[in-house]
């Protein structure tokens, strides 16, 4: 099967996996609890649909996919930041540190995408379609690095997350890795293998999509009754620590 | 070079999501484990660390101290755990219908959340420590605040159902 036939039907098929994600989303009014994450979601089904149907305008379709993405990128930004404020958002204490340290983050995530800016232009910025590539690896470098703090930072405060919290924080992370590393590559190999990369990130969107539903339709978790332990060997250390400043 | 290194980062993210998906199946297994807080102040005790570097040679008082000082990071670890835990049991009870129990759950969250930054500290007091035995950083705050966490939990264990007291007794 040509990659371009083969991408045809990935797309229908992710297409098909957006109005089931629609029809979830619609069911759980999920826009109550997850405004950004339904915004970003109804605007790349939208764009998708409207991308698919002009895609013989090349044109046409050349400027809706370039600002497509920039929208999206945009709302990716907010998805990252509603994850944060439900992650933290019932930990007023560790909320000011998480702040701070994603602060920080950000700004070092800043400084590398303006590394990357500079340590590119010289080279490409005579293209258009490479100076876009550019730009939108930086955001996307941005997008996921803020994304991986947060998942750090949850696992260093030792942070709970909620099923649809983590679902969308896991589908929209490993769109994003695929995406960085598409849009890196494309940007260094030009237009071969174009249609490979581009099967590659629908592939991914597609996964995403898979992990977006099947983490909405899974029921939270119950947590299971607390079991009293067995005395560890921690005791028996603690005995042995204490005789020995006994002595 | 920075092609490389943007693909390492999007494989770096990629191994860190699988790592994440790991960890909370094994979060949710995880059990609350006693502390025993009267030997845990016994080990934060300065005085005797004082008596024993007075006591004793340079050397075995540096590997007595970084035993005591593994010890008392497994406490710590201990700590560190049973409030993650509380702060997940935590969030289930804030949505109870009864203002009191939400309330209390509220409470317990936040102090259960500041034990885990004292946790943080303490483990880079004790790391440092660790290092430099003739150092100390005592984590003062810590046993104080655990035993605040442990008494709220019990409120809550009073005030809630059953479910909740192996907790109350176990951390």
């Not at chain 1, 607390?226 to 204490?242: D, F, K, T, Y």
């Not at chain 2, 203002?99 to 102090?111: D, G, H, R, S, V």
Request: aromatic share 10%.
């Amino acid at each position: 099967m040509e990659l371009k036939s083969l991408l045809q039907i990935l797309w229908i098929v992710g297409m098909l996996c957006q109005a089931v994600l629609a029809g979830v989303l619609l069911l759980r009014r999920a826009w109550k609890t997850f405004p950004f994450f339904s915004l970003y979601f109804s605007f790349s089904f939208a764009a998708t649909v409207f991308i698919f149907a002009i895609q013989r305008h090349r044109e046409l379709y050349l400027y809706s996919y370039w600002l497509q993405e920039a929208v999206g990128i945009t709302l990716g930004f907010a998805v990252v930041y509603e994850v944060f404020q439900t992650l933290f958002g019932c930990h007023p204490a560790l909320r000011k540190l998480a702040k701070a340290v994603f602060c920080g983050v950000l700004v070092v995530l800043a400084c590398i995408g303006i590394t990357v800016l500079i340590k590119r232009a010289p080279l490409g910025f005579a293209s258009f379609t490479f100076a876009i590539l550019t730009v939108e690896e930086v955001a996307r470098i941005m997008e996921l690095g803020l994304l991986m703090s947060l998942f750090i930072l949850s696992t260093t405060f030792g942070l709970h997350w909620r099923q649809q919290v983590f679902g969308i924080a896991l589908g929209l992370g490993l769109f994003l890795a695929v995406e960085l590393i598409a849009v890196t590559v494309r940007a260094q190999i030009g237009k071969t293998g174009h249609d490979a990369l581009n099967v590659v990130r629908v592939v991914a969107f597609n996964t995403s999509l898979l992990i977006w539903l099947g983490y909405l339709l899974s029921p939270e978790r119950a947590e299971s009754s607390v079991e009293l332990p067995h005395r560890s060997q921690l005791e028996q250390w603690n005995q042995a620590v204490m005789e020995l400043i006994r002595q | 070079m920075i092609t490389l290194i943007v693909i390492a980062l999007a494989l770096g993210a990629v191994g860190l999501f699988y790592m994440a998906v790991r960890s909370r199946k094994k979060q949710s297994r995880e059990t609350v484990r006693p502390v025993d807080l009267k030997a845990f102040r016994t080990l934060l005790d300065r005085d005797d660390e004082m008596f024993l570097k007075g006591r004793l040679p340079r050397t075995r008082f540096a590997r007595l101290k970084r035993q005591r000082v593994s010890v008392t990071m497994r406490y710590v670890g201990r700590i560190a755990n049973n409030a993650s835990i509380v702060m997940r049991m935590g969030e289930g009870a804030r949505m109870n219908a009864d203002p009191e129990i939400a309330q209390t759950a509220a409470q317990i969250i936040e102090l259960a959340s500041q034990v885990r930054l004292q946790c943080l500290m303490a483990f880079a007091k004790l790391s440092l420590e660790f290092a430099i035995p003739s150092l100390q950083f005592t984590p003062a705050m810590l046993a104080p605040e655990y035993q605040k966490l442990r008494e709220n939990v019990a409120r809550l264990g009073k005030l809630q159902s059953a479910n909740l007291s192996p907790v109350r007794v176990a951390i």
